[in-house]
C-alpha cells in the first residue's frame, strides 16, 4: 500500500492549522510555510503520477478497512494528472498572490488556500462518493472564505449568492445520496459500479433518478448551463488571484461527471443507459453560446474573462458528453489547457488592472509597460480563444476530431467553431480598447472619470510577472510537447473506461491480501 | 412510520423551496436550514426504518439490526451542514452591512450600473 497517496490531502490538513493558528501574525512565517506546502506539493504530485504511470490502480484503505466497507483513496492516471494539475496551479496562484501582496488585504489567506488545496486534492483522490460529497465541502467552505477576501460591498453580495447556490447545491447532493444509498446500499464508486450492473431496467428508476441528481450537482459546479448562472458573477467579483485558482474548481466538476457517470452509471449499463449524455450535450453547447455572447457583451475586463472561462467549460463538457475514450482523451488535454489558460487571464487581468484603477472596456491613458501587458494579455487571450501556436488550437482540434458522430457532429463544430470566432472578436475588442486605443490618449487627459487621485504607478517587476508567464509557458509546453502529453492522456482515458480494471483494483483480490 | 417520516421530508423540502425563493437573506437561510433537516431526515430513512433495534449486530441477541451506516452518514451532514449555515450567516451579515440590502439576486437591483468598483 502506497503511503503516499495520503499525502496531498493531508499534508495542506496539517499545514493550514499550523498557519491560522501559529502564524497568524506573522505574514513571512506564514508565506514561507504555504509556499513551502505548495511545493511539496507538487513534488509528491509529481511523485505519484510517476507512481502510477505503469497503469496500474492503486488504492489506499485507510485504516486498512477492506473496500467495500472502508473508505478508499483510488490513484489512477486520471486523478494523478488531476493533482499534479492542481498543485501546479496552486503553486503559481500563491506565488502571484505573495507577490503583488493580495494575501496581505484579509485574514487567513495562507490557511483557507491550504483547506481548499486539501479539498481539491481529496475530492480527486477518493474512491467514496459520500467522501466525494465531504471533501467538495472542504474546498467549497475555503472558497467561502477565499471568494470574499479583502471585502467590498459588491465581493460580499456576490460571495452570499455564491454560497447560497452552493449550499443548494449540497442540499441536492446528500438528496442524491440517500436515493442512491436506499436503492443500492453502497456508495463505493466501485461496488456502486458492480451492483448497478446487475440491476434488471424494471427496477432501475430509482437508480435513474440518483445518477441525474448527481449529474446536475456536478454540472452545477462545472457550471453548465442551465446552472450557470452563478459563475460570471462569482469570478468577475473574486480577488483574481483567487479566481485564478477557481479555474480548477470547475474541473472539479467535469472530473466527477467523467469519473462517476463512466464508472457507475456509463452509457452501456442497462440501468442507465445513455441518460446522461442525452442531457450534457445540449447543455454544453449552449454553454458555449452563453460564455461567447457573454465575451462579446461584457463592458469589464473580469466579466469577460469570466464569460470565456464559461465558454471553455462548454467546450471540455461536450467532449466529455459523448463518454468514448477518443472524446475523452481530447476533454482531458483541453481541461488541462483550459485550467492554466484561465488562471493565466486572470493574473494578467490582475497585474493590469492594479495599474488601471478601472475595469471597463473604455480607453483610458497607457499605464506603464502598456507593451509588456498587451503581449501578456495577447497571448493569454489566442490560449483561451483557441487559436494556435498555443494549445487551445490543439485542444480544440481533439475535440472536433473526437465528435464524428453524425448526430452530433454539425451542434459540436458549429457551437465550437463558432464560438471560437465569437471569443476572439470580443478578445479583440476588449485588448484594442485597453491596449491598443489607449496609446494614442494623452496621460494629463482626464477623460477617465472618477479615477482616484493620481497615484504613483508602480512598474510590475519580474517576479511579479514571473507566475503569468510561467503559465503562459504551460500552455506553450503543452502545444510543444503533445505528443507525449497526448500519449499519457490515451493511456488514462483508457483506463477510464477499463472498468473491470478499476472495480477490481478497489475491490478484488488485492484487497483481501490486506494483513 | 413510514407515512410520518415521508410527509415530514416533504414538508419541510417544501418549505425549504418555498423560503429560498423569496430571495432574502434571512428566509434563504431557514429555507437551507430546512432543506437540511429534510435531506437528514431522508439520509436517516435511506437504510430502511426500523424501530427498537440496535445499530450493531449483537453476537447472542436476535439476529436484526438497523443499517449503521446512514446515521453515520447523518452525523456528518449534520455537521456540515451547520458549519455551512454558520458561514453564510455571518457573510450575509457582512453582505447586509456592507451594501444595506439583503436581497440575493442574481444581478444587482441597480441594474447593469458600473462594473468599476468591482475589483479590490
Request: proline share 6%; net charge neutral; aromatic share 10%.
Amino acid at each position: 500500500m502506497n503511503h503516499w497517496i495520503i499525502a496531498p490531502v493531508i499534508l495542506p490538513a496539517l499545514l493550514a492549522p499550523l498557519i491560522a493558528f501559529i502564524m497568524r501574525h506573522d505574514l513571512t512565517l506564514a508565506r514561507t510555510t504555504s509556499l513551502a506546502g505548495a511545493v511539496g506539493i507538487v513534488a509528491i504530485a509529481v511523485g505519484l503520477t510517476v507512481a502510477s504511470a505503469d497503469g496500474e490502480t492503486q488504492v489506499y484503505y485507510l485504516g486498512n478497512w477492506p473496500a467495500p466497507f472502508g473508505i478508499v483513496l483510488v490513484l489512477d492516471r486520471l486523478s494523478a494528472l488531476m493533482v499534479v494539475l492542481t498543485s501546479v496551479l496552486a503553486l503559481i496562484v500563491l506565488v502571484h498572490a505573495v507577490v503583488t501582496g493580495w494575501d496581505a488585504r484579509g485574514r487567513h489567506f495562507h490557511a483557507l488556500f491550504q483547506f481548499q488545496i486539501m479539498g481539491i486534492c481529496g475530492a480527486f483522490l477518493t474512491g467514496d462518493i459520500f467522501n466525494l460529497f465531504v471533501f467538495f465541502e472542504v474546498l467549497l467552505i475555503a472558497s467561502y472564505g477565499l471568494m470574499i477576501h479583502g471585502g467590498g460591498r459588491e465581493r460580499m453580495q456576490a460571495g452570499v449568492q455564491y454560497i447560497v447556490m452552493n449550499l443548494a447545491g449540497s442540499t441536492l447532493f446528500l438528496f442524491a445520496l440517500g436515493v442512491l444509498y436506499a436503492s443500492t446500499g453502497t456508495l463505493n464508486i466501485a461496488d456502486l459500479a458492480l451492483r448497478l450492473r446487475e440491476i434488471p431496467i424494471e427496477d432501475a428508476s430509482l437508480v435513474r433518478v440518483a445518477a441525474m441528481l448527481l449529474m446536475i450537482v456536478f454540472a452545477l459546479k462545472a457550471a453548465l448551463f442551465p446552472l450557470q448562472f452563478w459563475l460570471p458573477g462569482t469570478y468577475a467579483n473574486a480577488p483574481a488571484p483567487v479566481a485564478a485558482l477557481f479555474a480548477i474548481m470547475t474541473k472539479v466538476g467535469a472530473y466527477a461527471i467523467i469519473r462517476v457517470h463512466t464508472l457507475a452509471f456509463g452509457p452501456d449499463i442497462a440501468a442507465t443507459g445513455p441518460l446522461a449524455a442525452t442531457w450534457l450535450f445540449p447543455g454544453a453547447i449552449v454553454t458555449i453560446v452563453i460564455g461567447a455572447f457573454g465575451v462579446l457583451g461584457a463592458r469589464a475586463l473580469l466579466p469577460l474573462i469570466a464569460f470565456s472561462v464559461l465558454g471553455s467549460m462548454g467546450t471540455l463538457m461536450v467532449a466529455v458528453a459523448s463518454f468514448t475514450p477518443e472524446a475523452t482523451l481530447a476533454a482531458l488535454y483541453y481541461l488541462v489547457h483550459s485550467t492554466f489558460a484561465g488562471a493565466a487571464l486572470f493574473l494578467v487581468a490582475d497585474l493590469l488592472l492594479s495599474r488601471r484603477k478601472d475595469q471597463t472596456l473604455i480607453p483610458l491613458p497607457a499605464t506603464v509597460q502598456n507593451g509588456l501587458f498587451a503581449g501578456l494579455f495577447f497571448a493569454a487571450a489566442i490560449g483561451m480563444a483557441g487559436m494556435p501556436p498555443l494549445s487551445g488550437f490543439l485542444g480544440k482540434l481533439l475535440i472536433l476530431d473526437a465528435l464524428r458522430d453524425p448526430g452530433q457532429m454539425p451542434w459540436a463544430w458549429g457551437a465550437v467553431l463558432g464560438g471560437s470566432l465569437v471569443t476572439i472578436v470580443g478578445f479583440a475588442r476588449a485588448g484594442s480598447a485597453l491596449f491598443w486605443k489607449s496609446t494614442s490618449i494623452p496621460v494629463a487627459d482626464p477623460t477617465g472619470s472618477d479615477r482616484g487621485p493620481a497615484t504613483p504607478v508602480r512598474a510590475a517587476s519580474a517576479l511579479e510577472i514571473a507566475p503569468t508567464l510561467t503559465a503562459l509557458a504551460v500552455l506553450a509546453g503543452l502545444s510543444v510537447f503533445a505528443g507525449p502529453v497526448a500519449s499519457y492522456l490515451t493511456q488514462a482515458s483508457e483506463q477510464v473506461f477499463d472498468r473491470d480494471g478499476y472495480i477490481g483494483a478497489v475491490l478484488g483480490t488485492a484487497a483481501e491480501d490486506q494483513p | 412510520m413510514e407515512i410520518v417520516v415521508a410527509s415530514s421530508v416533504a414538508v419541510l423540502t417544501a418549505g425549504g423551496v418555498y423560503l429560498i425563493l423569496r430571495l432574502r437573506t434571512f428566509p434563504v437561510i431557514l429555507g437551507l436550514a430546512l432543506l437540511s433537516y429534510a435531506v437528514n431526515i431522508f439520509l436517516f430513512a435511506s437504510g430502511r426504518l426500523a424501530t427498537g433495534l440496535p445499530p450493531v449486530l449483537l453476537r447472542y441477541g436476535d439476529a436484526s439490526y438497523t443499517d449503521p451506516l446512514p446515521q453515520a452518514l447523518v452525523l456528518t451532514a449534520i455537521v456540515i451542514s451547520f458549519g455551512m449555515t454558520a458561514v453564510l450567516v455571518i457573510v450575509a451579515l457582512g453582505a447586509f452591512l456592507e451594501s444595506g440590502t439583503d436581497r440575493i439576486d442574481i444581478a444587482p437591483p441597480k441594474g447593469d450600473a458600473d462594473p468599476r468598483e468591482s475589483h479590490r
